[in-house]
Nanobody, 122 residues
Framework: QVVLVESGGGWVQVGGSLKLSCAAS????????MGWFRQAPGKQREFVAV????????SYTDSVKGRFTISRDNAKNTVYLQMNSLKPEDTAVYFC???????????????WGQGTQVTVSS
């Protein structure tokens, strides 16, 4: 069983950057697909980015393409989300999650972290 803990959230001005980290424990991290999702107040949780087990494949939601980068370091059991050129609409709680398939669908992810708040202020 993988346990996920996010960190790196905080407050940032419009146009700023943040790097989120998701530290994983458990024997199956290195074979897991990892995703980042976010949930803004009053909205459903939405897909942000996904990375394959070896980092060879990534995919992003259209609104973050060119601004966000997902990566992973299997030696450190950690997945990252580098967020640049942040906008107020990026404000949300960000979650990392683990899956056994390369997917953008929330329900295919069975293991979730507790989330980290990102607030982008103008």
């Amino acid at each position: 069983q993988v346990v996920l803990v996010e960190s790196g959230g905080g407050w940032v001005q419009v146009g700023g950057s943040l790097k989120l980290s998701c530290a994983a424990s458990g024997p199956t991290f290195r074979s897991s697909v990892m995703g980042w999702f976010r949930q803004a107040p009053g909205k459903q949780r939405e897909f942000v980015a996904v990375i394959s087990w070896n980092g060879g494949s990534t995919s992003y939601t259209d609104s973050v393409k060119g601004r966000f980068t997902i990566s992973r370091d299997n030696a450190k059991n950690t997945v990252y989300l580098q967020m640049n050129s942040l906008k107020p609409e990026d404000t949300a709680v960000y979650f990392c999650a683990a899956s056994d398939r390369f997917s953008k669908v929330t329900t295919t992810y069975k293991i979730w972290g507790q989330g980290t708040q990102v607030t982008v202020s103008s």
